[in-house]
């Protein structure tokens, strides 16, 4: 399968612990994306990659959230002291960086902060 | 900030019906409009559009663009159960006047469609 992988596929875990979600993009796509998305809602950014350089964060984005890719190939979200708000739905995506918009996502995370 | 505005929000209707999905937008510097499907998993691409008035079609989907107006539609002809799904539009910005894009896609609510046998 060379699709965008995602794990866990599901975390339950009490609020105020860490957790951290692992991606593996499309392994000949440089950008990769990451989006949170909740109930009845579209996904919202909330950060991107190209290559191993982080270059732009959502400003909604709380400094409890840190995401890397340091070698350009996979990444990690980590979200700290988790909060109930933080239950979403964490998706992955990757892009060729010639058509960005062209996004290929992961089956997602699901966040269950109790 | 940027903005997309799908309608209707939920959409009910039987085998063999044709629907029409709509979605309006506000970006700074277009680049693209985008069509995804998402059943019980990940969105998955439709359809990428960048001119006005030229129709993507891909089998019973097809999609255009007004740049003049700021919106799109979703047509899908002769429905089927396995057209059960959101559909979400979002739009593709450019990062600054030369044109270079990140790829950060804003998305509307989605519209959910229901088709009934």
């Known amino acids: 399968d060379t699709g965008v992988s995602q794990n866990p596929r599901h975390k339950i875990t009490k609020r105020g612990q860490n957790v951290t979600f692992r991606c593996d993009p499309i392994?000949?796509?440089?950008?990769l994306y990451w989006y949170r998305q909740t109930l009845g809602q579209g996904p919202e950014f909330l950060t991107y990659?190209?290559?191993?350089?982080?270059?732009?964060k959502s400003r909604l984005l709380s400094d409890r959230f840190s995401a890397e890719r340091p070698k350009g190939s996979f990444s990690t979200l980590e979200i700290q002291r988790t909060e109930q708000g933080d239950s979403a739905m964490y998706l992955c995506a990757s892009s060729s960086y010639r058509v960005p918009g062209e996004q290929y996502f992961g089956p997602g995370t699901r966040l269950t902060v109790t | 900030e940027d903005k997309v505005v799908q309608s209707p929000l939920s959409l009910v209707v039987h085998e063999g019906d044709t629907v029409t999905l709509n979605c309006s937008y506000e970006?700074?510097?277009?680049?693209?409009l985008l069509w995804y499907k998402q059943e019980k998993k990940a969105p998955t691409f439709l359809f990428m559009l960048t001119s006005s008035g030229i129709e993507k079609k891909s089998g019973r989907l097809s999609s255009i663009l007004d740049k003049k107006e700021l919106f799109s539609i979703l047509n899908i002809t002769a429905t089927q159960t396995g057209d059960s799904a959101i559909y979400l539009c979002?739009?593709?910005?450019?990062?600054?006047?030369?044109?270079?894009?990140?790829?950060?896609?804003?998305f509307g609510q989605g519209t959910i469609l229901t088709v009934h046998p």
């Open positions: 990659f190209q290559n191993e350089a982080q270059l732009e």
């Open positions: 392994s000949e796509h440089n950008r």
């Open positions: 970006v700074t510097n277009f680049r693209s």
């Open positions: 979002a739009v593709e910005p450019t990062a600054n006047a030369g044109g270079t894009s990140y790829g950060k896609l804003t």
